[in-house]
């Protein structure tokens, strides 16, 4: 079983970036596609995007030109750069294999002030 870890997430003002890990300490990941979700406060997950082995990434309108996802094999590890955060950005972030929900983590939470 493949199990994920997020990091990176933290209290950030309007305009500012983060950088997201997500990592995996007892499988290879590379062949998986990973995808980045989010949750905010009284919502439900939504995905964010994907990157695939091969390192093709699609993304959510609401993220294109801003949000990057780009993956480490060496790491074991996926990123997501996220630049010019909104308020409405403010979510817990989680990643996960593709078609997996239990290979996602305990999420990381991205605050974003105006």
């Known amino acids: 079983q493949v199990q994920l870890v997020e990091s990176g997430g933290g209290l950030v003002q309007a305009g500012g970036s983060l950088t997201l890990s997500c990592a995996a300490s007892?499988?290879?990941?590379?062949?998986?596609?990973i995808g980045w979700y989010r949750q905010a406060p009284g919502s439900q997950r939504e995905l964010v995007g994907y990157?695939?082995?091969?390192?093709?990434?699609n993304y959510t309108d609401f993220v294109k030109g801003r949000f990057t996802i780009s993956r480490d094999n060496a790491k074991n590890t996926v990123y997501l750069q996220m630049n010019a955060l909104q308020p409405e950005d403010t979510a817990v972030y989680y990643c996960?294999?593709?078609?997996?929900?239990?290979?996602w983590g305990q999420g990381t939470q991205v605050t974003v002030s105006s």
């Open positions: 007892r499988n290879r990941i590379s062949r998986y596609v």
């Open positions: 996960g294999v593709w078609g997996r929900q239990d290979s």
């Open positions: 990157i695939t082995p091969n390192t093709f990434t």
